[in-house]
């Protein structure tokens, strides 16, 4: 296996970078980038993902060679990719400095807020064999987000958990999405002011806050879960998102942010 590892590293290390837009053969490592690929007209190019890329469906069919135990160089360097897709906060960043090293372009889909996501797929127009489709993927991203600000921006705010998990129990700051899609709908995070992404937090805590809802991802069994967590101190309405599309920086956040802000308008 690493004689075989060898010889791969020794044949790529003399191919060229193609240019940008002559990426033929992509390779996403993150379920995010694999939407973003979709999206911006690359799916015909894609030859491998990550695990848990199953969105879109056709996605399922590709064959996996990242997961979150690493990323399965070997076979990346056997598919010879002209452009990997990559996410620095949820792939090791020693392999692909590796394959930067023999010159495979890689390109960083790093959402800081949520316009890096069209900046993204604008960007990833320059690679794709349909270029118009990622433009058009980007302002319709954006046309979404301002549509959301002048409809729900300026309600009366409402403190709002953003509750991930109870073992341990932890949220999201401002510096997250999660929390900039509750912005979105005019809601206050109470844990806005933390000082780092995502604080572990205690019971007391989130008591002391007083939050008026509380938004977790999953469905009514989640639901039941955190009721029953928060019994009888916190008895607040419950939202449940779809987790792909929550935690997910990719085009499908903004139907997390639609259900969010429509269901927390129903709330009285």
């Not at 990550?50 to 598919?79: C, F, M, T």
Request: overall charge positive; some cysteine; hydrophobic content about 45%.
């Amino acid at each position: 296996m690493k004689r075989r590892f060898s010889a791969l590293l020794g044949v790529l290390a003399f191919c060229i970078a193609l240019p940008a837009s002559t990426a033929q053969r992509v390779i996403s490592l993150a379920p995010n980038t694999t939407e973003l690929a979709y999206a911006a007209g690359m799916g015909e190019n894609l030859v491998a993902a990550s695990a848990y890329s199953d969105y879109p469906p056709e996605a399922k069919k590709l064959e996996q060679v990242a997961s979150w135990q690493g990323i399965n160089l070997e076979r990346v360097l056997a598919l010879k990719p002209d452009l990997i897709l990559a996410w620095r906060d949820g792939n090791p960043q020693r392999p692909l400095d590796q394959l930067a090293a023999l010159g495979i372009p890689i390109f960083y889909a790093d959402a800081q807020n949520i316009d890096g996501i069209a900046k993204s797929l604008d960007a990833l127009a320059q690679y794709s064999p349909h270029p118009k489709q990622a433009h058009q993927a980007a302002e319709s991203f954006r046309q979404k987000v301002a549509t959301l600000k002048a409809q729900y921006a300026h309600n009366q705010p409402r403190r709002v958990l953003l509750q991930f998990g109870t073992q341990p129990l932890f949220t999201a700051s401002a510096a997250t999405l999660q929390s900039q899609v509750l912005s979105l709908c005019g809601a206050e995070n109470i844990f806005a002011d933390s000082r780092v992404p995502w604080p572990q937090i205690s019971r007391e805590q989130v008591l002391t806050r007083q939050p008026q809802t509380i938004v977790i991802t999953g469905g009514e069994q989640q639901i039941a879960s955190v009721k029953a967590f928060w019994a009888p101190q916190l008895a607040v309405p419950i939202i449940a998102l779809n987790e792909d599309w929550f935690n997910r920086a990719g085009p499908r956040i903004m139907l997390a942010a639609q259900e969010l802000c429509s269901q927390l308008a129903e709330i009285k």
